[in-house]
């Protein structure tokens, strides 16, 4: 039986290649959020606009976007352009909100890693048949 700490590495995995493979090209190219710039997706990043360390909503679609590695690492994510993407994506008051959210507490149980595990991992390999993206 896989650790609570490997099923989280593992939902990680199968989030973060949804969250850059779903607004993907056919070629598999797309687009930070903070400054625009475009490459594979192998080569950008899941970027949180609300820490990780937050399970409230580190795997929150809304909270996790396509970013590139200098925006999210050398750039801490860019937060300020990141609330104005949001806010013009999803409507005014989205970055509030999901503020708000990281502040709660959250219990994640073996059977919700189990299933968001299964569901992202279904989701990674249905974008990809249907895309054709490699």
Do not use: P
């Amino acid at each position: 039986m896989k650790s609570i700490s490997k099923l989280k590495k593992e939902l990680d995995k199968w989030f973060s290649l949804y969250i850059r493979l779903r607004w993907a090209t056919n070629e598999g190219l797309c687009q930070c959020v903070t400054c625009g710039k475009v490459a594979h997706y192998k080569e950008m990043h899941n970027s949180h606009f609300q820490s990780r360390k937050h399970l409230s909503t580190r795997w929150n679609e809304q909270n996790c976007q396509v970013g590139c590695v200098r925006c999210n690492v050398f750039n801490y994510g860019e937060q300020f352009k990141f609330s104005i993407y949001l806010e013009s994506k999803y409507g005014k008051g989205t970055a509030q909100e999901l503020e708000y959210m990281a502040r709660q507490i959250t219990k994640v149980s073996r059977s919700d890693y189990e299933e968001n595990i299964s569901y992202y991992k279904d989701l990674v390999k249905k974008i990809k048949r249907d895309e054709g993206i490699e």
